[in-house]
């Protein structure tokens, strides 16, 4: 079994900055991955990062190089820098964990981006 919990958000001004924190405990196993998803609709999630267990990392085309995906081994924690954001990044941040071919979800942090 493995948990995720998630951290960060809140409320930020256009072209502002904040970062999520995701703690995953449990058996993670040898390869893992680890991924933010943002709500976008009611029925559907996107992924905009990952990072797996080696250090590879992926990111959604529209994040333009705004987000930084990066994790602390150490601290089974994965961190989700996102810079310059816009009203359209306002979404529910979930932090997902696949391990064994299963998926683990946190409970998700609101980002607002509103002046």
């Known amino acids: 079994q493995v948990q995720v919990v998630e951290s960060g958000g809140g409320l930020v001004p256009p072209g502002g900055s904040v970062r999520l924190s995701c703690v995953a405990s449990?058996?993670?196993?040898?390869?893992?991955?680890m991924s933010w998803y943002r709500q976008v609709t009611e029925t559907h999630r996107d992924r905009v990062a990952a990072?797996?267990?080696?250090?590879?990392?992926t990111y959604k085309d529209s994040i333009e190089g705004r987000f930084t995906i990066s994790r602390d081994s150490a601290e089974n924690t994965v961190y989700l820098q996102m810079n310059n954001l816009k009203p359209e990044d306002t979404a529910i941040y979930y932090c997902?964990?696949?391990?064994?071919?299963?998926?683990?979800w946190g409970q998700g942090t609101q980002v607002t981006v509103s002046s």
């Open positions: 997902n964990a696949l391990v064994d071919g299963l998926y683990y």
């Open positions: 449990g058996n993670m196993g040898s390869f893992f991955v």
């Open positions: 990072i797996d267990s080696r250090g590879m990392t």
